[in-house]
């Protein structure tokens, strides 16, 4: 890669002298930054912070970069995308396009298009190339609104309801310390009785971080849910896939029966609506305490609002065919194929401690 030799600024210089300067330190900025990315990559692939000291390149980036939070998120999400774009990726290591056009082709590019927006970026300006990506992503909006089937930037993928709910390991680093400090709290909230003995310690950790999330907003917390999980529904075949890392993840049946208990539903073109209107949930919520209500279980994080007898049995929304759950019991009951709970005898109302 060439580098252009930057002109120390002198003041007084001729109009012709300081237009030359100031282009040669334009397009070495450039140079620098689609540059500075490709170091940040590769600091962050090899996790080269923790030799330098930093637990997260989060951290390193703040301490040792002077970069907010949302700059390190740019930077890794270009970096990050780079590796779905190979053909980008080689013509910005070669010099051959910029970062700020590099910034803009990834909002719309794809292993399918790539090779036309690399040769828009050669022949555009970048104000142009900014413009022409605007007007896609628009364009893909409206086309979605108009036909959700066949969205251009966004291509559906082809679902399978699996049988089987999928399962994901993720792989954890402890050093012996943090192994001891893990097994030992978990042990105190197995005693304390925080969580059932047996609960999957991949709960607790689910709950530790929402924890530390409702803590940024106390007002907030028992309320609302501190993340909201999307999920795109087929509308001719109905089913439905979460996006995630790793991909678009199919769910199953049950997984879609349980979600839809207590969700929003967003249709292109018409308003969003409630599953549950948002008042019954407040006073289903409120009346079980915030708390879960399958026996032995004290849960009161992750809440779901559960129908006792489903709406495709003849349920209703009204609140005492309502109960609140925690979404590992939630899950439970859809898994096992108990999706409702029988009225013991002589009442016909059903109470949680009757599941079958």
Request: aromatic share 6%; hydrophobic share 35%.
């Amino acid at each position: 890669m060439a580098t252009a030799s930057i002109t120390p600024f002198k003041p007084g210089s001729s109009a012709y002298s300081a237009n030359q300067a100031l282009k040669t330190a334009l397009k070495t900025m450039a140079q620098a930054k689609h540059c500075a990315v490709l170091w940040f990559k590769e600091i962050h692939a090899r996790k080269l912070y923790d030799e330098l000291g930093y637990a997260s390149i989060y951290l390193y980036a703040n301490q040792e970069l002077g970069f907010s939070d949302t700059k390190t998120g740019d930077f890794l999400r270009l970096s990050k995308k780079l590796d779905d774009l190979p053909q980008l990726k080689k013509e910005l290591e070669e010099g051959r396009i910029g970062y700020t056009k590099a910034r803009e082709i990834i909002k719309v590019a794809n292993s399918e298009n790539e090779r036309d927006w690399l040769e828009e970026a050669r022949h555009s300006p970048r104000r142009k190339l900014a413009q022409k990506v605007t007007w896609a992503r628009k364009n893909a909006a409206a086309q979605g609104k108009e036909n959700p089937a066949q969205i251009p930037l966004l291509q559906r993928p082809k679902l399978k309801t699996p049988a089987v709910a999928a399962k994901h390991r993720i792989s954890l680093e402890m050093t012996t310390e943090q192994l001891a400090r893990f097994e030992s709290l978990a042990e105190k909230i197995y005693k304390k009785g925080v969580a059932p003995a047996g609960s999957a310690k991949v709960e607790m950790i689910l709950e530790g971080m929402s924890a530390l999330l409702e803590s940024a907003d106390p007002q907030a917390a028992g309320s609302t849910s501190p993340v909201q999980i999307h999920i795109q529904r087929c509308p001719d075949c109905q089913d439905a896939a979460i996006t995630t890392s790793r991909g678009s993840v199919s769910l199953t049946a049950q997984e879609l029966e349980r979600l839809s208990c207590d969700a929003q539903i967003v249709e292109p073109g018409k308003p969003n609506r409630a599953t549950i209107k948002p008042s019954v949930r407040r006073q289903a919520l409120s009346r079980d305490q915030h708390r879960c209500q399958t026996p032995g279980c004290r849960n009161t994080r992750f809440l779901e609002i559960h129908h006792l007898v489903p709406r495709n049995k003849g349920g209703t929304n009204e609140l005492k065919n309502l109960i609140t759950l925690c979404g590992r019991c939630h899950a439970h009951l859809h898994e096992k194929g108990r999706s409702y709970f029988y009225p013991p005898a002589g009442n016909s109302s059903p109470k949680s401690g009757d599941l079958i």
